[in-house]
């Protein structure tokens, strides 16, 4: 035989048999398990990886494979129960069902495993360390900065800062958010914190108890924050004065003193941040009372890839809908209560004769002049043009 032919057949033959078993697969990653996931389809997933599932979505069987009615496995025809399960965990296979709400039509959801790990670790962890940070900071700030005084101390003179209406409606709100916030944390730590110390049977009262406060209360915020957004907007639309507030770091870092009608720059931060907030958790709160019935995600994604030209999903099934609300309710809610955290701290211990104006609503004239000496001018001004309105200081403890 010719050597040439003999040579090339050798190298043929040894190429081939040297050549790795793999390298005779398809491309197709999945050939090894006959299209079904593989094990770095699973990892990836439990990672939260982005993973292309159309090589399941759409593998919902082949009609044209059906055996013949006479044959063996004629009954299922090309679609075997796999197939089946994987249409209607894709929400791909036309459902009827006896109950006539679309929810009810999907019998099996993918991305409840997502929002149960999203709920337990990042909303618990951004909770726990939004929480518990910003209450070590005030009391670092404490520490540091110390109670801010009035300088020069009380006059003995008292000026009205709220009416008695004023001081109903801050307390309606200030009673139920508190009353919210406590219920919410106390669902969302439940299984994680008392399971442990108290036992299941124990969480069960108090998460029964708890959702009970909450979804009644919930009124009383939504009404009262109505009430405040009308009491309180005029003197809260932002102005030229609130900038150099805020350059002047408003008297809480350093000393001074900046003009400031009757409400400052930061407690505009606050009264904006109340409304915006609250009505988005009011909102997404709603949503979860009354579920599936008030789906508003898809529609606000919409929204937003409009204008922003985000990619968000438009089109939601109605458990998603309801994931979604839930996720955010909660993200919106512990960001309130770090914010609020901050304010009470404020109203409260951190400064000098403030708690006054939301207690007998009378402060002490020279805290007013201090923190507000634009609106105790106007207060003044008001006063000597009407005389018969009375003068708008008084003296303290009368
Ligand atoms: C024990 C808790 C609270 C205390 C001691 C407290 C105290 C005060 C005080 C003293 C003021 C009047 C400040 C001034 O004279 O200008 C005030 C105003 C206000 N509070 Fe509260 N508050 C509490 C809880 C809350 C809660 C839970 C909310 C909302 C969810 C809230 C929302 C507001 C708003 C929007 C204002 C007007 C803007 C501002 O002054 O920052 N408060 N609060």
């Not at 007998?360 to 923190?371: C, F, K, M, N, S």
Request: hydrophobic share 45%; charged share 15%; with cysteine.
């Amino acid at each position: 035989m010719n050597l040439k032919v003999i040579g090339a057949a050798l190298i043929a033959f040894l190429t081939f048999a040297v050549t790795p078993s793999y390298a005779n697969e398809t491309t197709d990653p999945r050939a090894s398990t006959g299209g079904a996931q593989t094990l770095d389809d699973i990892l990836a997933r439990q990672k939260g990886l982005e993973v292309d599932d159309s090589f399941r979505r759409e593998n919902l069987g082949r009609p044209e494979n059906a055996q013949p009615t006479s044959g063996a496995l004629g009954s299922l025809g090309g679609t075997s129960d796999s197939d089946i399960y994987r249409g209607i965990r894709y929400a791909e296979v036309d459902i009827k069902v006896s109950n006539s709400s679309h929810a009810s039509e999907i019998l099996v959801q993918d991305g409840g495993m997502n929002w149960l790990l999203t709920r337990e670790q990042d909303i618990r962890g951004y909770a726990g360390f939004g929480i518990g940070g910003v209450l070590v900071a005030l009391v670092a700030f404490y520490f540091i900065r110390g109670r801010m005084t009035i300088e020069g101390g009380p006059s003995g003179q008292t000026i009205e800062r709220f009416k008695a209406f004023e001081r109903f409606g801050h307390w309606c709100l200030a009673g139920s958010f508190i009353m919210l916030a406590i219920t919410g944390l106390l669902l969302l730590f439940g299984r994680a914190i008392l399971i442990p110390i108290f036992g299941h049977q124990a969480n069960a009262l108090i998460a029964n108890f708890s959702i009970w406060v909450h979804n009644n209360i919930a009124w009383v915020f939504m009404f009262s924050l109505v009430a405040i957004f009308v009491m309180w907007v005029k003197h809260n639309i932002p102005n030229k004065l609130d900038w150099e507030w805020l350059k002047e770091g408003g008297g809480i870092i350093g000393n001074g003193h900046p003009h400031a009608k009757k409400f400052n720059a930061g407690q505009k931060i606050i009264f904006w941040m109340t409304i915006v907030l609250g009505a988005s958790v009011s909102l997404s709160g709603l949503s979860l009372l009354f579920p599936f019935e008030m789906p508003m995600f898809a529609k606000t994604f919409g929204i937003m890839n409009a204008v922003l030209g985000t990619s968000f999903p438009e089109v939601l099934l109605p458990h998603e809908e309801m994931q979604y609300a839930h996720i955010w309710h909660a993200i919106v809610a512990i960001t309130m209560i770090i914010a609020i955290i901050a304010h009470i701290y404020i109203g409260s211990v951190g400064m000098e004769g403030a708690f006054d104006a939301m207690g007998t609503g009378q402060v002490d004239l020279e805290w007013a002049r201090q923190h507000h000496d634009l609106w105790v001018e106007e207060e003044q001004a008001k006063a000597n043009s009407s005389p018969s309105s009375g003068q708008p200081i008084g003296q303290a403890g009368k």
